[in-house]
T-cell receptor
Framework: DAGVTQSPTHLIKTRGQQVTLRCSPKSGHDTVSWYQQALGQGPQFIFQYYEEEERQRGNFPDRFSGHQFPNYSSELNVNALLLGDSALYLC????????????FGPGTRLTVL | AQKVTQAQTEISVVEKEDVTLDCVYETRDTTYYLFWYKQPPSGELVFLIRRNSFDEQNEISGRYSWNFQKSTSSFNFTITASQVVDSAVYFCAQGDAGNMLTFGGGTRLMVKP
């Protein structure tokens, strides 16, 4: 049974560029949540997708956007990258519109130069 | 707003010692969920336990045990007879009704042989 997968593993971008991160949920899960984890800190909630709609959003600017596809996979897009966007981006999947336990993927390490 | 505090940023113990990781949470919700996750150097968050706010029963799983006390808003985690493989960063998190997770800052546990 495949767990949560994310791609790419690492990414290097420059300020002002745009980036797309991808997540495939655990088999049978229908909800995807995205978190940003800066170095030495706990993860911070970005948003959650269920039934192809954004259901909840944390305190992140509109530069952060997402999408969920009919197969439940998801993308996180960040526009106009800032140095402060450098972080580990974690995807989590769960059942029942997010009310179930969230299981995390290995993350994408984004470095903005 | 929810808040999770892990006052211990770093703990160092010698193998076979018992160690307790503290977690204090703040919420106005009557229904909420508490979690512990382990983050090894690889970066992936590994789920350890989930507790519902209406279930204060303590739990033991092998060398791991959890003490949930609503009266003090605490959800502490004890590792008995620690091992080198327990070395990691441990995060306590709280989920709301939509299961948006709010994480603490994490406790880095180093178990020396």
């Amino acid at each position: 049974d495949a767990g949560v997968t994310q791609s790419p593993t690492h990414l290097i971008k420059t300020r002002g560029q745009q980036v797309t991160l991808r997540c495939s949920p655990k088999s049978g899960h229908d909800t995807v949540s995205w978190y940003q984890q800066a170095l030495g800190q706990g993860p911070q909630f970005i948003f959650q997708y269920y039934e192809e709609e954004e259901r909840q959003r944390g305190n992140f600017p509109d530069r952060f956007s997402g999408h969920q596809f009919p197969n439940y996979s998801s993308e996180l897009n960040v526009n106009a990258l800032l140095l402060g966007d450098s972080a580990l981006y974690l995807c989590a999947s769960s059942l029942q519109g997010g009310r179930d336990t969230q299981y995390f993927g290995p993350g994408t390490r984004l470095t903005v130069l | 707003a929810q808040k999770v505090t892990q006052a211990q940023t770093e703990i160092s113990v010698v193998e076979k010692e018992d160690v307790t990781l503290d977690c204090v949470y703040e919420t106005r919700d009557t229904t909420y969920y508490l979690f512990w996750y382990k983050q090894p150097p690889s970066g992936e968050l590994v789920f350890l336990i989930r507790r519902n706010s209406f279930d204060e029963q303590n739990e033991i799983s092998g060398r791991y045990s959890w003490n949930f006390q609503k009266s003090t808003s605490s959800f502490n985690f004890t590792i008995t007879a620690s091992q080198v493989v327990d070395s990691a960063v441990y995060f306590c998190a709280q989920g709301d009704a939509g299961n948006m997770l709010t994480f603490g800052g994490g406790t880095r546990l180093m178990v020396k042989p």
